[in-house]
């Protein structure tokens, strides 16, 4: 997505934490849209880990519920993925974008994300 950049992966353990950065570029208050981050395992297709709307309501994907938390800080015109008790299954390039538009690669960077032991 033109705008967002994603920051944050790296390498971890299973049972480790991570908090990924989705933000804006100058000009573009995230506060004012509804941004979802998105992931991509090796191997597999694209799939929705979580939004967040303008009202500040969040959805999350089941098997990350309790697990992961997004939050955005308008001040820093960044939302955030924290992503805690990390598993092997979670690895995946994480990537954010605007609700109403294409996310994933060729969209944005995205951040790598790999849990292993």
């Known amino acids: 997505d033109v705008g967002m950049a994603e920051s944050g992966g790296g390498s971890v353990q299973p049972g480790g934490s991570l908090t990924l950065s989705c933000t804006a570029a100058?000009?573009?208050?995230?506060?004012?849209?509804?941004i979802k981050w998105v992931r991509q395992s090796p191997g597999r297709e694209l799939e929705l880990v979580g939004i967040?709307?303008?009202?500040?309501?969040?959805y999350y994907k089941d098997s990350v519920k309790g697990r992961f938390t997004i939050s955005r800080d308008g001040a820093e015109n960044t939302v955030y993925l924290q992503l805690n008790s990390l598993k092997t299954e979670d690895t995946a390039m994480y990537y954010c974008?605007?609700?109403?538009?294409?996310?994933?690669?060729?969209y944005s960077q995205g951040t790598m994300v790999t849990v292993s032991s």
């Open positions: 974008a605007k609700l109403s538009e294409q996310a994933g690669p060729g």
């Open positions: 967040i709307n303008v009202a500040g309501e969040i």
């Open positions: 100058s000009g573009l208050s995230i506060s004012s849209f509804s």
